[in-house]
């Protein structure tokens, strides 16, 4: 059974840097997407960002293109999600999952929450303004 543990979050102010970490028990990755998404009060979970574990890949959502930065070590079967500048709008629960898919699978079936398999226990991200 994959387990998936988060780390990090908490509050910071507008323009702030906080990261995220999701690392993997039980399992070690070896070729699937591991996704950052997030989900505000009344609102749907949204993919903020994605890798592929096998070649490093990435995808990121067009609001946080140039300030988020998802990466990975594998040698501690960990994904991070680095937030810089930090926006108000940025506040939201964030998760991490994990879906196995291949390849170009992946990055075309990655933005969608309901092919992921397991999921992180979510971390709260408040930005103040």
């Known amino acids: 059974q994959v387990r998936l543990v988060q780390s990090g979050g908490g509050s910071v102010q507008a323009g702030g840097t906080l990261t995220l970490s999701c690392t993997a028990s039980?399992?070690?990755?070896?070729?699937?997407?591991i996704g950052w998404f997030r989900q505000a009060p009344g609102k749907e979970r949204e993919a903020v960002a994605y890798?592929?574990?096998?070649?490093?890949?990435?995808y990121y959502a067009d609001s946080v293109k140039g300030r988020f930065t998802i990466s990975q070590d594998k040698s501690r079967n960990t994904v991070y999600l680095q937030m810089n500048s930090l926006k108000p709008e940025d506040t939201a629960n964030y998760y991490c999952?994990?879906?196995?898919?291949?390849?170009?699978?992946?990055?075309?079936?990655?933005?969608?929450?309901?092919?992921?398999?397991?999921w992180g226990q979510g971390t709260q991200v408040t930005v103040s303004s």
């Open positions: 999952g994990v879906h196995w898919a291949y390849g170009e699978r992946c990055f075309a079936t990655a933005h969608n929450a309901q092919n992921y398999n397991n």
């Open positions: 039980g399992y070690t990755f070896n070729h699937e997407c």
């Open positions: 890798i592929y574990t096998e070649g490093g890949g990435t």
